[in-house]
């Protein structure tokens, strides 16, 4: 498998540097626990506040359903988080809760993208971490509930479903919400043995996709701009790991030829660093100097693919958001480092970033820096019941949020990077965007 062998040569090289500092030994290891405890502080606070529902709102104690009814938002997405660290009473109610209560027959539609790298993946890692069969009984259910987002003209899948219904809207999509699929479907299909979601998560992700917005219906491109931020991120990650999970040599080729276009007109040398800006896709003239929060899932995924120099000069950059602010910003111009968008809202990419390039390089300074994002996110967003995302990283001013990304993320890669290598068989899993392992079981 790829995968593998990949992963296995770098993997050595960070299991040496382990042993030659004395490997997880107290910092780290109290590092580890440090995030733990912060997992158990915002599970306590959501168990108290907003039992039952997707999300607490950790300023006001209370809680948000993304629907009319509560598709279990949080316990579903942290309950794997729970497992990799051991929580073993908490992992207990989560499943509990879940299996007792979740349903996916109601009459109102999700956005496809959200509902597939939480849920959908969520209960794939549930079912191949615990064994309960249920798990993966929700999942062919949810999967067959989104497969009529498939059915425009083009094969793209529209950005909301009726899950009881199968109705469409928003024929306005963009390549991450059409792209970002592929993980999860093949991984259905593999586990079910029905070659329909791979296929149709395949034709989707199979189309030249470089721009920021696209309609679904005509093919027709809405918004020209090209970069690696929000609306087009992860569809380059799943093109590289729908080929290491797949072993899909369509995938390889795809990622290839768009990697090679992003290094080609996206990259930007400066004063302040080496980042990715954005260009037009026709005439590939840059359009704008911003780099953002989502951004920085970049250095993983190049790490990923063995292009360990500029994943570790990018993941320079992207931390020096966080040294210039304190905690970084959503979005800001590289040009100036001024911010242009000043929302926290308890990303995970740098840190998963960070954890990446440890694991490959075995560089101690993404430990230190994956301590100070960590550190910093707690003294900043920490409140009674939980953690809360900042309205600006400049004020400091908390907003009453906590994403269920929150626990299924941001926290799993700060543990991961602190904790002892065998907390997860990195090399022998993929992530999906909402770090989700996804093992190749079949």
């Given at each position: 498998m790829r995968l593998l062998t990949v992963l296995l040569p770098l993997c050595s090289i960070a299991a040496t540097v382990c042993t030659r500092e004395g490997g997880p030994g107290s910092g780290r290891a109290g590092l580890a626990d440090s995030v733990r405890a912060a997992f158990q502080h915002a599970w306590s606070g959501y168990s108290r506040y907003a039992w039952g529902h997707d999300e607490l709102k950790p300023l006001s104690n209370g809680f948000r359903d993304w629907h009319d009814v509560s598709l279990y938002m949080t316990p579903l997405d942290a309950f794997d988080t729970m497992l990799i660290m051991g929580l073993h009473e908490e992992a207990a109610?989560?499943?509990r809760l879940v299996l007792g209560n979740l349903t996916f027959d109601?009459?109102?539609?999700?956005?496809v993208f959200e509902i597939t790298i939480?849920?959908?993946g969520g209960l794939i890692s549930a079912y191949q971490m615990d064994g309960d069969p249920r798990f993966l009984e929700l999942a062919t259910d949810l999967a067959n509930r989104l497969l009529p987002a498939f059915d425009s003209r083009t094969g793209m899948p529209y950005r909301r479903v009726n899950l009881q219904t199968g109705a469409t809207e928003w024929s306005v999509s963009n390549p991450a919400e059409i792209g970002t699929l592929m993980l999860e479907f093949g991984t259905m299909s593999k586990l079910t043995r029905n070659q329909v979601y791979y296929d149709k998560a395949k034709r989707a992700a199979d189309v030249d996709l470089v721009?920021?917005?696209i309609n679904v219906?005509?093919?027709?491109?809405?918004?020209?701009?090209s970069h690696i931020g929000g609306m087009i991120d992860s569809y380059y990650e799943y093109l590289l790991k729908a080929w290491l999970l797949f072993d899909d040599e369509d995938f390889k080729l795809m990622w290839d030829e768009s990697i090679a276009a992003v290094n080609r007109h996206l990259t930007d040398e400066r004063?302040?660093?080496?980042?990715y800006g954005r260009s037009d896709m026709h005439e590939g003239n840059r359009t704008r100097t911003v780099f953002g929060a989502l951004d920085s899932f970049m250095p993983a995924v190049l790490a990923l693919s063995g292009d360990l120099i500029r994943a570790e000069r990018l993941m320079e950059s992207c931390f020096s958001m966080w040294t210039t602010f304190g905690i970084e910003p959503e979005m800001l111009d590289y040009s100036t480092m001024e911010v242009v968008n000043a929302a926290y809202p308890l990303r995970p990419e740098a840190l998963e970033s960070a954890y990446y390039l440890f694991r490959l390089t075995g560089g101690e300074k993404y430990v230190s820096m994956g301590q100070e994002m960590f550190e910093n996110i707690g003294r900043y967003t920490r409140t009674e019941s939980g953690f809360a995302a900042l309205e600006s990283v400049v004020t400091r001013r908390k907003a009453d949020a906590m994403e269920s990304?929150?626990?299924?993320?941001t926290l799993k890669y700060a543990y991961l990077l602190f904790a002892p290598e065998d907390a997860i068989d990195f090399s022998g899993v993929i992530f999906n965007?909402?770090?989700?392992?996804?093992?190749?079981s079949w």
């Open positions: 109610e989560a499943k109601h009459d109102f539609s999700v956005q939480r849920t959908l721009g920021t917005t219906e005509t093919g027709d491109w809405q918004n020209t701009e004063d302040t660093g080496f980042w990304f929150f626990m299924a993320e965007t909402e770090a989700h392992p996804i093992r190749r």
